[in-house]
């Protein structure tokens, strides 16, 4: 078989950079194209669309890729298996050069064989290409090998004397080569139903965890924003050239770029859609875009970054997510751009190329995502499906309002990673949304009570100078600051007399006590998992955190705050009563009194020695590692927050105008400050205009900051930055208390948010609080 260009050429494509997936996956893609056009040709095929790859066992081995397709003639495997040769619609296939073969082969291997055959063919026919005995001009073996049965058809290619490294690699990540291709081909194994095996086990898609269709939240309390958006844009039909490849920019008879003739007008679309994942993640995010279903760009993040058209070169200006970044992102995407031309490792687009901008004008707009930026300089708001996701999800508060599953007082990112991992191995529990969202909700109940129990001591969000007065300590009518009768142990959580049916006239037996404990009660997420330790075996508890009503009642009748159900084997109930006493005036955690009653059972099943001191530090130590008081989490979660409020101070002075009087405020210290962490940030340019916007805010020093809120109060507060009362407020005791609520919160943030490598446990124990205090107090979050 004769074979153009010369082998020394083959040889050399061996050179080129392909990663050991990329080179299988080049071969699988002839396979998938096949399928491909079976399934457009609309012929039954009832033997399936199935490929497997068998990987070698050493580097002596061979690399073999096998497919059920249709099998080819010797003309067409002559054109196959010849580098630079492509089919005839180069648009619809996911091989592009017609070198691909080539060079995966080349790079794998010394020797390939092609054997292929088709439904009645009497034989397999094939070439073999020796690329250490194969010369200039050589023509590569025909082989042929007998056919056990007329009806097999297919293609095998066989590819030995293997490259060593590379072998190797494939030998020991079987695994990881699934989850590449389950990634790449996700689109394809799940919506054309195609099968790909890699060493005998099917690949499984990669899905994305993302929110389910019908979930939202309510940006400023009354813009509804979806999870999920669809993309669907049918584009201005276009004139591309089969041979080339190129799209045209006039019209003619002949491409532009090669002379052929045929030239054939083609649907142009941009599909898919842009989401929200359960889960953040420090890596997994961002947007993939496909081509004929197989994914060029994974996780990709360019869209997240804004370029200035009046900027210098280099100015980018990455949006997502630099604000809250300690813990990741979560927006997220999948879009088929079939028509955009990629480069010929089909790892990247052509950007360059016009119709990839219109994508990604259409996708994210020309101006900055964020709203209050785009408005400064002078753009419409950004209406793009990008920009409204960013809107409504660019926080990562806990509770319905930026839809985070949180456990009462913040956001619990490790467990819904850890639900993500279950949802990624097919655990059944974790493939719908519901656990997410279960947990959300019982956040935004466990908040709702522990308002209530502070709001009365609370200074008020209203300039209401009684309650102000009062939260200082000084009531109105004294005879009635006394004159509240405290409820008492025997009356149960939240001060409720004990009821039961039994003075109703009926004995209520323990389980249909527990029964209506379970009917009245909803699961809580976070405490619902194992909880042990190594040396004392493991209970699998659920939690289920009792509604407002009833007390929760032991079988003694004395009111507790938590009770144990046990189940068959190692599984338990816990109910807790959220009402109690216990949790309600004394702050006490859900999981502290949940250990307290797992310690002694645990004790007894493992015939411990341990105190119960040790043995609740011991299992909190074990089940419980993301609650722990860690310096750089606490110190990143309020960077995080201070990173929100410089923002929203941004946007505010520049829409008032008294950036110009604030700046006036700030020191000869703080100005040098400003002025060394811009140039770090390499804003060197923009040091010379320091003072004419608002922008100096982003770079100012936090516990700067402070001093900024004391010295012009009515700058921040009122609703503008925060939320509290003041120029309205007409005591001036009222006024500085309600200052004093901002900026102490605001202090601890600022503190642990610049010294948290040097903080003690009941330091980042106060800023933790503070950081959930300071958030209630953003304006616009109501």
């Known amino acids: 078989m004769k074979i153009t260009p010369s082998a020394r050429v083959l040889r050399m494509l061996g050179e ?57 003639t010797y003309e067409r495997l002559e054109r196959a298996v010849r580098a630079g040769w492509s089919g005839n619609d180069m648009h619809d296939k996911l091989g592009l050069f017609g070198m691909g073969f080539n060079v995966a082969t080349a790079r794998l291997g010394k020797r390939t064989r092609v054997l292929t055959t088709r439904a009645g063919d009497s034989e397999w026919i094939g070439v073999e290409i020796d690329l250490d005995h194969i010369q200039d001009d050589f023509e590569a073996t025909d082989i042929t090998e007998p ?45 054309r139903g195609f099968e790909l095996y890699v060493a005998g086990t099917r690949v499984k898609p990669v899905r994305h965890c993302r929110w389910g269709d019908d979930r939202f939240v309510l940006y400023n309390g009354k813009e509804r924003i979806p999870a999920y958006i669809e993309i669907d844009e049918e584009l201005q039909d276009g004139v591309a050239c089969s041979d080339c490849g190129q799209w045209q920019l006039t019209h003619g008879d002949v491409c532009a770029d090669c002379g052929s003739e045929k030239l054939t007008v083609r649907k142009r679309r941009i599909w898919g859609w842009l989401g929200i994942q359960r889960y953040l993640h420090k890596t997994d995010y961002g947007i993939d875009f496909l081509r004929n279903g197989r994914k060029i760009l994974r996780w990709d993040r360019q869209l997240f970054t804004w370029n ?26 999948e879009i088929h751009l079939d028509h955009v031309p990629v480069t010929y490792q089909k790892d990247a687009f052509e950007y360059a190329d016009r119709s990839w901008r219109s994508a990604v004008e259409l996708l994210r707009g020309v101006a900055p995502l964020q709203p209050k930026r785009a408005e400064a300089l002078g753009y419409p708001e950004n209406l793009s499906p990008l920009a409204l996701l960013f809107k409504g999800y660019r926080r990562n508060d806990a509770g319905l309002r930026c839809l985070v599953p949180g456990d009462g007082r913040k956001p619990i990112h490790d467990e819904t990673r850890r639900w993500g991992n279950e949802f990624h191995k097919g655990n059944p529990d974790f493939q719908t949304d519901e656990r997410w969202w279960q947990a959300i909700l019982e956040h935004e109940e466990s908040k709702n009570k522990g308002k209530q129990a502070k709001t009365t001591a609370s200074v008020p969000t209203q300039p209401d ?18 004159a509240t009768q405290p409820a008492g142990p025997e009356a149960g959580g939240g001060g409720t007399t004990t009821m039961t049916k039994e003075a109703k006239g009926k004995i209520e037996t323990r389980s249909e006590r527990l029964a209506r404990y379970e009917n009245a009660s909803t699961r809580h997420s976070y405490l619902s998992r194992p909880f042990g330790h190594p040396d004392l075996g493991y209970l699998n508890v659920e939690t289920r955190l009792l509604k407002s009503g009833e007390p929760l009642l032991d079988d003694s009748g004395q009111a507790v705050p938590v009770l144990l159900d046990q189940r068959a084997g190692n599984e338990l109930t816990a109910f807790v009563d959220a009402d109690h006493e216990v949790f309600q005036r004394f702050g006490a955690d859900y999981a502290d009194l949940l250990l307290a009653e797992l310690a ?36 990143a979660e309020a960077r995080d927050l201070l990173n929100e409020i410089r923002s929203r101070t941004v946007a505010e002075l520049n829409r008032s105008g008294e950036y110009r009087e604030v700046f006036g405020h700030l020191s000869e210290e703080e100005r040098t400050a400003v002025e060394e962490s811009m140039i770090a940030s390499g804003r060197v340019g923009q040091v010379g205009r320091l003072g004419q916007d608002a922008g100096f805010i982003s770079y100012l020093p936090a516990l700067a900051l402070v001093r900024l809120v004391e010295v012009m109060p009515e700058a921040f507060l009122d609703r503008r930055v925060f939320r509290g009362p003041y120029a309205d407020v007409k005591s001036p005791s009222a006024r500085s208390l309600s200052l004093a609520r901002v900026t102490g919160y605001l202090a601890d943030v600022a503190t642990i948010g610049t010294f948290a490598g040097e903080a003690t446990a009941l330091q980042l124990q106060r800023a933790r609080l503070s950081i959930t205090l300071l958030a209630d107090e953003l304006a616009g979050d109501e």
Request: glycine share 10%.
């Open 16 to 72: 080129i950079e392909f990663d050991e997936w990329q080179c299988v996956a080049e071969l699988v893609d002839n396979s998938f194209d096949d399928f491909s056009e079976i399934v457009r040709s609309g012929v039954e095929w009832p033997d399936g669309y199935k490929v497997s790859v068998s990987l070698p066992s050493s580097a002596n081995g061979e690399l073999v890729i096998a497919d059920t397709g249709r099998g080819m």
């Open 147 to 191: 056919k056990s049965d007329p009806a097999q058809h297919g293609t095998r290619i066989v590819i030995d004397r293997l490259n060593r490294t590379r072998a190797e690699w494939m030998r020991r990540n079987g695994q990881a080569l699934r989850n590449m291709l389950g990634s790449v081909y996700s689109w394809i194994l799940d919506a």
């Open 308 to 333: 200035n058209p009046d900027g210098a070169p280099g100015n980018e200006d990455p949006e997502y997510p630099v604000e809250l970044a300690h813990q990741g992102g979560r927006i997220i995407g």
């Open 465 to 482: 100078e009684q309650a102000v007065m009062d939260a200082l300590g000084v009531p109105a009518d004294a005879p009635a600051s006394g």
């Open 600 to 635: 002694p059972l645990l004790k007894v099943r493992a015939r411990s020695q341990w105190g119960p001191s040790q043995l609740v530090a011991g299992i909190r130590a074990q089940s419980l590692k993301e609650s722990a008081l860690d310096g750089n989490t606490v110190g």
